[in-house]
């Protein structure tokens, strides 16, 4: 069965600090892979995405991802977080013509 | 681009009264879902769409619920009766082939 998980429900980190988000799945095909991020009372935005290639993907707000094979995993990182980066975060995977499977999202919150 | 409309923002209903959400995808895109997220059950793909055609109406709830595309650029949610289990926010989202999923800003349903 498809699932992604991503671990950790809550994360608090200090302004400036490094951020990882750890995101799992199990997918029975090539997963294409997918970081969204949403702001309160706001719809979803993506973050970044991969597809094939480069398993390091930038994408904006200075996020960046690595993909794992090895691993499944598909884990989000900032190397300085801003106060602005409080959110819900979500991990989704997906493949050609299939719907896409959401995790649970993890809650980040930034003190100053 | 307008991105995916939905309307409207807000809905504020009494038990039993039928409510119906509307959502335009964006112009191209022929792949559209609806989700339903609340603070419980985090975020639940309801049904999507390829090509106006119900594809997955698993996430259904019940008969209460249903959900049409009578054309590519509109798609409707229904809920007859109402209950105030439904309140949520509703979220509808387009895709074109293999992109991202590119999401509404939602509808915040209370159900009184």
């Known amino acids: 069965a498809q699932s992604v998980t991503q671990p950790d429900i809550h994360i608090t980190v200090s302004e400036g600090a490094s951020l990882e988000l750890r995101c799992n799945y199990s997918?029975?095909?090539?997963?294409?892979l997918f970081w969204y991020v949403q702001s309160p009372g706001q719809g979803l935005q993506l973050l970044l995405k991969?597809?094939?290639?480069?398993?390091l993907v930038q994408g904006i707000k200075g996020f960046e991802a690595e993909f794992k094979r090895s691993q499944s995993s598909f884990n989000l990182r900032k190397p300085s977080v801003h106060w602005s980066d409080a959110a819900e975060y979500f991990c989704?995977?997906?493949?050609?013509?299939?719907?896409?499977?959401f995790g649970p999202g993890t809650r980040l919150s930034v003190l100053p | 681009d307008a991105g995916v409309i939905q309307s409207p923002r807000h809905e504020v209903t009494e038990m039993g009264q039928e409510v119906t959400l509307r959502c335009k995808p964006i112009?191209?895109?022929?792949?559209l879902f609806w989700y339903r997220q609340t603070m419980m059950r985090g975020l639940e793909l309801l049904i999507y769409?390829?090509?106006?055609?119900?594809?997955?109406d698993s996430g259904m709830p019940e008969d209460r619920f249903s959900a049409k595309m009578p054309n590519a650029s509109f798609s409707t949610l229904k809920i007859q009766p109402s209950e105030p289990r439904d309140s949520a926010v509703y979220f509808c989202?387009?895709?074109?082939?293999?992109?991202?999923?590119?999401f509404g800003p939602g509808t915040r349903l209370t159900v009184t």
């Open positions: 769409f390829n090509n106006n055609v119900p594809i997955d």
């Open positions: 991969y597809f094939s290639g480069d398993t």
């Open positions: 989704a995977v997906g493949s050609y013509g299939q719907n896409f499977v």
């Open positions: 997918y029975g095909a090539t997963p294409y």
């Open positions: 989202a387009s895709r074109s082939g293999l992109d991202e999923q590119y």
């Open positions: 112009s191209g895109h022929n792949s």
